[in-house]
């Protein structure tokens, strides 16, 4: 948030400099991104007053003028149609310079001399209007460097305003800041009205049909308002944090959102059809036009403020086209109200509405101000918009806004949190500066106990916490003495599924795979595009009460939606080699009154290239394989022995049959790996193979020992036995290496595959499987005689328990 130093000082004394203003703030919680100070853009230009004016003899649109400083007389040629004997101007010199790198000479201009130039506020750099030159105060004082005399100049703070301060949304509640810090006085703007005698009740009327987001609601009317330009010093502050200024009704409801941190908004009254405002929910499909002329279709539960017959505002976000206030503008219905901050953020969310005003809303506004802003704002328009205020006040209060009370402080309890020795008297001080009420409730000789109201403005006080922290920023963060936490000597042995999950991202991450979080709100939908069949039970959603849209309204049931998401996603934006994973959980609703059962998974998914796109790689594509290495890796680091990929008829409906597996331990299914099916990627617009997996960690866990058991390396060397086998087609070679492990053959090893061969020779319905045998000792070398006999008692174990023959030997 913009906040002006010159806006500031109008409410508290501020002594310091600005950059420290902004070390002290900071210090205090309310960090300062930056600090600008500004200054005029032009120089030698000053106060003068116009003695007369006459016409040029030689130009029929320009005129003569006779000025004076006080001091000495200039005569400057004027194009201006608003120049006028007696107006004070500014007067640009010989040798003044202006925006624009322009500098002023002494010229001749239609054979008459000109000693200067008198200068519009475009040409000066401090407004927009350019139909004439500038009319300044008459009190001003003549010869005055125009910069000094207007106060132009200012130094601007940026604060990055955490969501729970929406007090400092405001000039005033960072000057409550300041005053706290300095210990100065706060100046409150004084507010006087003067009103006629017509009732805003006999014409006008406001009803609430929905008190719960719209607790209170309040307006006043003004009418014979004259719209015209804002004064300068109005424009000057709101310019300077960023606000365009527009027309003086405009302005001042703008103006006092700023200063107060209440969102008001000006209707012209004339488009108020009935003459009276009715506040309610939108209905499906309703359509509305805002203020920026863009045509908006409404969901259901929209809050809107409409008047007798059709909406004319969505509630705290934007105003609407049709009721905007204009040049003719004579009657003017203010509004000040008080929205549900929940639902002032969902609608603006929804809509994708970002304003000043809803900003405010969604955070949480003094609801004790409302009526304050109102009155400060229609003074201003009786001020500056020569506007007449009706009397009395429409306030609309059908649900009270409770604020915190009494909250307990224990001053020991203070001392303990923050390790200081504060005074009882120091606590009171601090709370005190920020506008608390604080009272005595109970004290004895080492303790004393107080009951603390914040002012209503303080939405996020609620709690003896917040009080201490309130202590702690005003005390000073940097008085808080250090402490070195007090550590075990003994090393953290990491233990269980913490550990679990770390190793599996070290391993993953070595394989090249990128983490990734993905929301655990998905559409309901997404069970039908991965085809899962009706009594499975990840259709058993989750379902979010308040869902920001349709797609997050179901806590998912699995991660491969969101996998395959993520993987579309990036296709999107041009990115088709993709390596991610994510350790997340999953939700399966467990019926009526019953909590959902939370379960973790790990989630895998590659697609595109195995390799970049490089001369000696070309168009590699990834498949089953590259996956299936990645999950042996993981299970070798973690030494969880026993894993079987099992195919077969899948139970996963979204994979492709023939190209997917379970993943087993015993007799306990721990997940899947597969290819997704083709319909499944073309139902989510995916071009690209997809080998995808996911993994139950609740039941890995169950698996895995933080203890590792470790046996020497044998200095002696290996023999090797390659072994052919000639094996029906659909027999996993897993089930001919677990069975050679199964005889507990000491001397043996390791086994691996070496060749797979389907080709021409092959019988029909058969394969060729190539083992390699690896046998070692520990304590000698072995013999080929030893090594034989061993060898061939496995063969013939293998062979008679699966039927499979040596190839090359008679059929």
Request: charged residues 30%.
């Amino acid at each position: 948030m913009l906040v002006s130093i010159k806006w500031l000082k109008d409410y508290v004394d501020i002594e310091m400099s600005p950059s420290e203003l902004a070390e002290r703030l900071t210090m205090t919680g309310l960090e300062v991104d930056r600090l600008s100070e500004t200054t005029a853009a032009f120089k030698n230009v000053v106060v003068a007053k116009v003695l007369s004016v006459r016409p040029h003899p030689s130009a029929d649109k320009l005129t003569l003028c006779e000025l004076s400083t006080g001091k000495e007389p200039f005569t400057v040629v004027c194009g201006a149609p608003n120049v006028c004997a007696g107006a004070v101007v500014p007067l640009a010199k010989i040798g003044a310079t202006i925006p624009g790198d322009y500098t002023v000479k002494l010229s001749k201009i239609r054979g008459e001399l000109s000693e200067g130039m008198l200068c519009s506020e475009e040409e000066l750099g401090i407004g927009a209007d350019s139909a004439g030159i500038m009319i300044l105060p008459p009190e001003l004082p003549l010869g005055a460097d125009l910069a000094s005399a207007l106060d132009i100049g200012d130094a601007v703070l940026d604060i990055g305003v955490t969501p729970n301060r929406a007090d400092c949304l405001s000039i005033i509640g960072v000057a409550r800041e300041i005053a706290a810090i300095t210990g100065k006085r706060l100046h409150y703007p004084r507010i006087v009205l003067s009103e006629i005698e017509q009732d805003i009740g006999q014409i006008s009327s406001v009803t609430i049909l929905d008190p719960d987001l719209c607790p209170r609601y309040t307006a006043r009317m003004i009418q014979n308002v004259r719209i015209a330009p804002s004064p300068l010093w109005m424009r000057q502050r709101l310019e300077a944090i960023g606000l365009r200024a527009i027309n003086n009704i405009v302005d001042i409801t703008n103006f006092v959102m700023m200063e107060l941190g209440q969102p008001l908004h000006a209707f012209d009254y004339r488009f108020l059809e009935e003459g009276r405002i009715v506040v309610r929910k939108s209905v499906e499909g309703e359509r509305f036009v805002s203020l920026d002329e863009k045509e908006r279709q409404l969901r259901e539960g929209t809050l809107l403020i409409c008047d007798g017959v059709k909406p004319v505002a969505i509630a705290g976000i934007m105003g609407g086209l049709n009721s905007e206030v204009k040049d003719d503008t004579a009657v003017v219905f203010l509004e000040s109200a008080y929205f549900s901050p929940t639902s002032i953020r969902r609608s603006a969310r929804w809509l994708g509405i970002s304003t000043d005003a809803a900003f405010r809303f969604e955070r949480g506004i003094d609801p004790e101000g409302v009526i304050r802003a109102l009155n400060r704002a229609a003074q201003l328009m009786a001020d500056f918009a020569q506007g007449e205020v009706f009397r009395n006040v429409i306030d609309q209060y059908p649900k009270r806004i409770e604020t915190a009370k009494d909250i307990p402080l224990r001053t020991k309890r203070v001392n303990d949190i923050l390790g200081t020795d504060i005074s009882a008297d120091e606590m009171v001080d601090i709370l005190n500066r920020l506008e608390m009420q604080v009272a005595l409730a109970e004290a004895d000789s080492d303790r004393k106990v107080y009951r603390v109201t914040p002012p209503a403005c303080r939405v996020d006080i609620v709690r003896e916490i917040d009080l201490i922290e309130e202590i702690a920023r005003f005390h000073g963060y940097d008085k808080v003495p250090v402490t070195v936490p007090a550590v075990s000597a003994l090393p953290d042995l990491k233990k269980g599924r913490k550990y679990l999950e770390e190793r599996i991202r070290a391993v993953v991450a070595g394989c090249g795979y990128s983490e990734v979080i993905t929301y655990s709100f998905i559409s309901p939908a997404s069970v039908d595009k991965l085809n899962l069949k009706a009594d499975d039970e990840r259709r058993r959603f989750v379902r979010i009460r308040n869902p920001l849209t349709e797609d997050q309204s179901v806590m998912r049931t699995q991660l491969t939606y969101s996998l395959l998401n993520a993987m579309r996603d990036n296709a999107r934006t041009g990115c088709f080699n993709l390596k991610i994973f994510e350790i997340g959980k999953i939700f399966i609703d467990c019926g009526e009154g019953e909590l959902p059962r939370e379960m973790d998974r790990l989630g895998m998914l590659l697609t595109g290239l195995r390799y970049d796109d490089l001369w000696h790689f070309k168009d590699l594509p990834v498949d089953f394989y590259d996956l299936k290495g990645c999950i042996e890796n993981i299970f070798y680091d973690l030494k969880i022995n026993g894993l079987v990929f099992r195919s077969g008829p899948s139970l996963q409906p979204f994979l492709h049959p023939g190209r997917c597996c379970d993943l087993i331990i015993g007799d306990q299914i721990l997940g899947f790996l597969g290819e997704i099916h083709p319909d499944v990627k073309a139902g989510m617009d995916l071009k690209n193979r997809a080998v995808i997996l996911e993994i139950d960690l609740d039941l890995l866990t169950a698996h895995f020992k933080d203890d590792t058991l470790y046996k020497g390396v044998s200095r002696y060397p290996s023999v090797i036995r390659d072994t052919a086998f000639i094996v029906a087609q659909d027999l996993e070679a897993d089930k001919m290496i677990r069975i050679a492990f199964e005889k507990e053959e000491e001397l043996l090893d390791n086994i691996h595959v070496f060749d797979v061969y389907t080709g021409n020779g092959s019988p029909e319905g058969m394969k060729s499987l190539g083992l390699r045998f690896s046998y070692r000792s520990t304590e000698r070398t072995l013999t080929d005689e030893e090594v034989n006999r061993i060898h061939r008692g496995i063969i013939k174990r293998m062979t008679n328990l699966t039927g499979a023959k040596i190839r090359g030997e008679d059929q």
